[in-house]
């Protein structure tokens, strides 16, 4: 069982920067590919980036390419996403799940586990 729990969302100017952090309960987190995901207003939850057990792979959405880093330290269970020249059209809640499954965690069909989610929001 892994539990995760986001946090670093707030409010923030268009240009600025926000680091969001995932941490995860138990002890076999080390071996999930784990992603970040997104919901704004009105819309469909979409992928943002994703890292693979190991952090030696990584995939982005066109989107934010160049701007979000995704990174984990597996020795305190914490997967971040660094939020770069934020834009208000990144506003949304932001989701981080798991899944022993590269794949599954490039999209948000079918993932072992999810966090609760913190609100992003990017004013012009």
């Known amino acids: 069982q892994v539990q995760l729990v986001e946090s670093g969302g707030g409010l923030v100017q268009a240009g600025g920067s926000l680091k969001l952090s995932c941490a995860a309960s138990?002890?076999?987190?080390?071996?999930?590919?784990v992603g970040w995901f997104r919901r704004a207003p009105g819309k469909a939850r979409e992928f943002v980036a994703a890292?693979?057990?190991?952090?030696?792979?990584?995939d982005y959405t066109n989107s934010v390419k160049g701007r979000f880093t995704i990174s984990r330290d597996n020795a305190k269970n914490t997967v971040y996403l660094q939020m770069n020249s934020l834009k208000p059209e990144d506003t949304a809640v932001y989701y981080c799940?798991?899944?022993?499954?590269?794949?599954?965690?490039?999209?948000?069909?079918?993932?072992?586990?999810w966090g609760q989610g913190t609100q992003v929001t990017v004013s012009s």
């Open positions: 138990g002890r076999t987190f080390s071996s999930y590919a």
């Open positions: 890292i693979s057990w190991s952090g030696a792979t990584t």
């Open positions: 799940a798991a899944s022993i499954v590269w794949r599954n965690v490039l999209s948000s069909g079918e993932l072992d586990y």
